[in-house]
């Protein structure tokens, strides 16, 4: 997934031309403005160690020889005392069908490196020592995901726990989950101290992410957490996220209750994800990510040809019953509701019984089918009769999509009516918006009047806009 090669420095690899990027570059911004750039396919590595001591920003493009190797090494290891940012980038596409290469490993350290903070690395090993990891503000780290060898979870853990003066961290496919045989256990690295950082994005495979939740404490203060689960094949993704979210490491990792909770796939939208909001203001996002099966807004595309809306939100929507919702007050639902059953909700709403407000939007079907579901499993007593209803402290209700059936307004009517029966509370607020749009006369008819009278009266605030 890529995350990062975006924000390059303007000038710095645009200087490089892209004849020469494939046989290695390496291109630097001094402290007075101006640029050096040499080709390592020309070997004129000594012309840039003369500048080695003025150097501010350095953009390097890494060939896949020993030559190559030695060469961006050598400059590595010069005294850079104004260095701030680097940004490296390997080679080890595979060529002829054969596989990818491994790729070169970078050493970098802090007593030539003495001011570097911004650090994006691509298709490269990274061996850092503690002291330079601390004066690190931003690391951006991804690998190719066919790369035969990968960064080791214990290097990841000693980089979060000594870089205190981490702002964003960014890791894409990079962990060696593997420990060496004879290594002891590796410790859990609590990041309640680092107060500067507010990103934190690890885009992993099941296995792989499941050891960094594991091995990591999250704290609440940190604005943006990103956890992005690689699949290959579509239909694991439900057991793999419920499996993720329900780890006993999971509640370790984010010891703090969510408040809000957002599950959207919208048609055209950007990732699918799932959204908590935490009381001290940061955030959790759980992404799907897949590299071989392709994410589509379409909502019945050929079988086997990539993952729809509908299978992505009842993913979703099972993986649910995973969190840890009791504190949850909001939940925000956008997707195809059809895809659902009443099974499916009375699963994945079990734990939320502090919700007051559900905000719903379909985007599949039509709304008087679509939403019998949910509403159907928001008039039951799971338990049992002597059992609380789902969501007992639901209060208010909002439906988002536009309707333009009087259909619609009977599935409410029915659902307020079944809910009073099984003795749940009024509604406090309600709020519909309806189109006339195929009919302009259907909000005048007859049956329209009645079933808004009947769902005014089952609730204490009753909005409905007909557009």
């Not at 853990?157 to 420990?179: A, F, K, P, Q």
């Not at 290594?183 to 107060?195: E, K, N």
């Not at 099941?206 to 704290?219: F, G, K, N, R, T």
């Not at 009516?417 to 008819?445: F, I, T």
């Amino acid at each position: 997934m890529s995350q990062t090669n975006e924000g390059s420095t303007p000038g710095i690899q645009g200087s490089c031309p892209h004849s020469a990027m494939s046989s290695g570059w390496v291109s630097a911004l001094l402290v007075d403005g101006s640029r050096q750039a040499v080709s390592l396919e020309d070997a004129d590595v000594g012309k840039m160690l003369r500048y080695t001591k003025h150097i501010k920003t350095l953009y390097i493009e890494v060939p896949f020889d020993s030559f190559g190797d030695r060469a961006i090494q050598g400059i590595l290891d010069q005294p850079m005392p104004l260095l701030e940012e680097l940004r490296i980038k390997g080679d080890i596409s595979p060529e002829g069908g054969m596989p990818a290469r491994a790729p070169s490993t970078i050493r970098l350290r802090s007593h030539n490196l003495p001011r570097l903070y911004h650090l994006v690395a691509d298709d490269v090993l990274l061996d850092l020592d503690p002291t330079l990891c601390s004066n690190l503000r931003c690391i951006d780290y991804k690998l190719r995901h066919d790369a035969p060898s990968r960064w080791p979870l214990a290097q990841f853990l000693n980089m979060m726990r000594s870089g205190v003066r981490l702002e964003e961290v960014v890791i894409d496919e990079c962990l060696d989950i593997t420990l060496p045989r004879g290594q002891p256990t590796l410790p859990v690295v609590s990041l309640q101290t680092h107060r500067f950082l507010r990103k934190l994005h690890v885009f992993e495979y099941s296995p792989a992410l499941e050891q960094v939740i594991d091995h990591l404490i999250i704290p609440g203060h940190i604005n943006s957490v990103t956890l992005g689960l690689y699949h290959n094949t579509a239909r694991d993704w439900v057991h793999e996220l419920s499996q993720l979210l329900s780890r006993n490491g999971c509640a370790r990792a984010i010891p703090h209750e969510p408040t809000e909770l957002s599950v959207r796939v919208d048609l055209g939208g950007e990732d699918p994800a799932m959204l908590v909001r935490f009381p001290e203001g940061g955030t959790l996002t759980v992404m799907l990510v897949n590299h071989d099966t392709t994410l589509t807004d379409d909502l019945f595309p050929p079988p086997g040809t990539s993952l729809s809306v509908r299978d992505q939100f009842k993913a979703k929507v099972l993986a649910m019953g995973a969190l840890r919702g009791a504190s949850v007050t909001t939940i925000d639902l956008c997707g195809a509701m059809d895809v659902t059953t009443k099974e499916d909700w009375l699963i994945a709403l079990r734990l939320y019984s502090g919700v007051r407000h559900m905000d719903l939007e379909n985007i599949s079907g039509s709304p008087e089918r679509a939403y019998i579901p949910i509403l159907s499993a928001l008039s039951t007593r799971p338990g049992g009769p002597h059992t609380p209803l789902l969501c007992p402290n639901l209060e208010s209700m909002t439906f988002d999509d536009v309707c333009n059936r009087a259909d619609f307004l009977e599935t409410i009517d029915h659902f307020l009516q079944q809910r009073a029966l099984a003795g749940g509370p009024r509604l406090k607020k309600l709020s519909l918006e309806l189109s006339s749009d195929v009919d302009p006369r259907w909000s005048r008819s007859e049956k329209a009047r009645r079933l808004m009278r009947s769902i005014k009266s089952r609730v204490d605030e009753f909005y409905c806009k007909v557009t």
